[in-house]
């Protein structure tokens, strides 16, 4: 019987559509026994926890109390919602008083902070706070539990925090008053903070900036209209017009990138299930607000219930008992490193419980999803489309492309210090089990951009000086076009301009192939060592003709490659330098020619034929 479910469910994963998805809520209901296993391991072992081989408890994780209180609150909301008089439940009530008592002298900030108070807020909505917490630990929350530990007083300025953290002091100062901690005085600045931090960094096109105006852009950028008017709902307050405007735009771009299968965002960082639950939380928070179209609601819905059932199948390992982002060739940033496994798996229930719960007050509790969803995006959603993020100086888009089922995400989103090296930025057309990055990559194998060595060292790709971003119809097919007056010089935590080389971009999107073409132009005579280019791929059984690889197995039938001496290909192996957030890749190209003068145009273009 186990050898027929491990089947069905490897089946239901190389062939989404082959099977009916089960009702949002079933999937969900896997979440109460996830964790209640998670609370007996915490009580069994304390601080002396471990799994997988973690030590789970001394990860420094600065929000895992947070996260404990939230997941377990969680579980204690739902036990007594389905019998306040299940005989567990006085046991699992002084376990929760023991576990807070264990972590209150534990570091805990910010997110943390905000996961924490929002227990207690639902605990106390429950009439179970009294029981839960007991009166000398809460006295100690109540003093913690505050947005002053990030935030300056009287100038309520965020401490060394990019600005999306307004969002979580708000929330966290709107809970204490509803806590009856504080009056109202400290958020309605925080709203007023958080609204024009996001409106300055936002810009006229309404997806906010991860940094002060430097342009990188990823999943976050398009959910944080959503987790506002998320904040506003948790605390009881009026989603303003303004704010479902937002949301509908994130929206439209949610949709728009959805697959059937349930797998979601594709370019940033921290992927993984979270560029599955952004879907999640960006889509339930439209349908509830009213933001989607009747017919929109029931699509979304049955996308949720692909996703929830992904996790429950895909992400979440039975054997090891927890969400895995770091085995089976699976890779995730340094931010969501192993050594934080329990965090994760709270804060992820916890998104999956959250917005499960807002699809019930959607009206759509138990209803069965829809079974034609990828007909339904073959026929609504369009082909192509392209969502600017902002213009000026530097131009930043998302380019969507679907076609034969695959949805590519051509992000050009890519600016300032810390991830401009790492390839989930880069300007390239990710689609899952096509193209993908690598977190945390840096830029010793540039995925899909072509690399020069300079005679004097220097290094340069070109990322992140985009102006110009246009796009147009070529025959069944679009083309985008963006140029950058300097490359990047590689080795500095910010992008480095070096105008010794401009480029000329173009990607061809025809059915069945992405064509990239650049063109480099050197301001002067310019002496090269040598010009790379790399292409990790999840294809296998390749063969090599001239500058053409074919794949006899996977989505990439073939690459070509132009301009470039040669081609070869090996087996990426177990190479942790060749592993997306989902598995790893497992062939890779390189293609490469030696020193040269560089005198006249450079024209360089790849090729990757797709099924």
């Known amino acids: 019987m186990r050898l027929a479910l491990t089947l069905l469910a490897a089946a239901s994963l190389l062939s989404p559509c082959a099977h009916a998805a089960l009702p949002l809520e079933r999937s969900v209901a896997q979440a109460y026994p996830q964790l209640e296993a998670l609370f007996h391991k915490l009580v069994k072992e304390r601080d002396g926890i471990t799994m997988d081989g973690q030590a789970a408890l001394k990860s420094k994780d600065r929000f895992l109390p947070g996260k404990i209180a939230t997941g377990l609150a969680d579980l204690l909301v739902h036990v007594q919602s389905v019998n306040p008089a299940d005989p567990r439940l006085p046991g699992m009530l002084r376990d929760y008083a023991d576990l807070a008592d264990l972590t209150i002298g534990m570091d805990n900030e910010t997110w943390g902070i905000y996961y924490y108070i929002g227990a207690l807020h639902r605990l106390k909505e429950a009439g179970l706070l009294g029981r839960a917490v007991r009166p000398a630990t809460l006295a100690r929350l109540r003093d913690r539990l505050d947005w002053r530990t990030f935030v300056t007083q009287p100038g309520f300025e965020l401490v060394n925090l990019p600005t999306n953290y ?79 405007a937002l949301l509908r735009k994130s929206a439209d771009v949610a949709l728009n990138s959805a697959t059937a299968d349930g797998t979601g965002f594709t370019m940033g960082r921290s992927l993984g299930p979270y560029g599955e639950t952004a879907m999640l939380e960006i889509l339930s928070t439209a349908a509830y607000l009213g933001v989607l179209s009747p017919e929109e609601k029931e699509y979304a819905y049955a996308y949720s219930a692909r996703i929830a059932e992904r996790y429950m199948t895909f992400w979440y390992d039975s054997g090891i008992g927890s969400v895995d982002l770091w085995n089976k060739g699976r890779r995730t940033d340094a931010y969501r490193g192993k050594h934080r496994i329990l965090g994760e798996n709270f804060s992820l229930l916890h998104q999956l419980i959250a917005t499960n719960e807002l699809w019930n007050r959607a009206e759509m509790k138990g209803v069965t999803p829809r079974q034609d969803l990828a007909a339904w995006f073959e026929r609504t959603r369009p082909k192509f489309s392209l969502t600017r993020f902002a213009r000026g100086e530097y131009d930043r888009a998302l380019a969507i492309w679907r076609d034969k089922g695959h949805v590519f995400s051509l992000s050009l989103i890519n600016g300032g210090q810390g991830q401009h090296a790492n390839s989930p ?5 990710f689609a899952h089990n096509v193209v993908a990055g690598v977190a945390d990559s840096g830029h010793a194998h540039p995925q899909l951009l072509p690399k020069f060595t300079l005679a004097d060292g220097s290094e340069l790709i070109a990322t992140a000086f985009m102006k110009d971003i246009r796009s147009s119809a070529r025959g069944a097919g679009h083309v985008v076009t963006y140029r950058q ?99 790893s890749m497992h062939s890779v190209v390189r293609c490469s020619s030696g020193a040269f003068s560089l005198r006249e145009p450079l024209v360089v273009s790849w090729t990757i034929r797709y099924q």
């Open 166 to 244: 307004y969002g979580v002091a708000f929330s966290i100062a709107r809970l204490r008053m509803l806590m009856g901690w504080e009056d109202a005085g400290a958020s309605a600045v925080l709203l007023d903070r958080m609204l024009k931090h996001y409106a300055a960094y936002s810009g006229e096109y309404g997806f906010s900036d991860e940094t002060d105006g430097q342009g990188r852009f990823d999943r976050y950028s398009i959910l944080l209209a959503a987790e506002i008017c998320e904040r506003f709902i948790e605390t009881g307050m009026t989603v303003t017009p303004e704010l479902k």
């Open 425 to 429: 930025y880069y300007p390239l057309p």
């Open 485 to 583: 007056d300097e490359l990047t010089r590689l080795g500095k935590n910010l992008p480095q301009k070096d105008g010794r080389i401009r480029v000329e971009t173009e990607y061809a999107l025809q059915s069945g192939a992405i064509t990239r073409t650049d063109r480099y132009i050197p301001t002067a005579p310019l002496d090269v060592s040598q010009v790379s280019l790399e292409f990790a791929s999840f294809s296998t059984g390749a063969t090599v003709d001239g500058n053409t690889v074919r794949f006899k197995n996977g989505a990439v039938r073939a690459f070509e490659v132009s301009s470039l001496a040669s081609c070869a290909v090996q087996p990426a192996g177990d190479n942790p330098a060749y592993r997306a957030p989902y598995g």
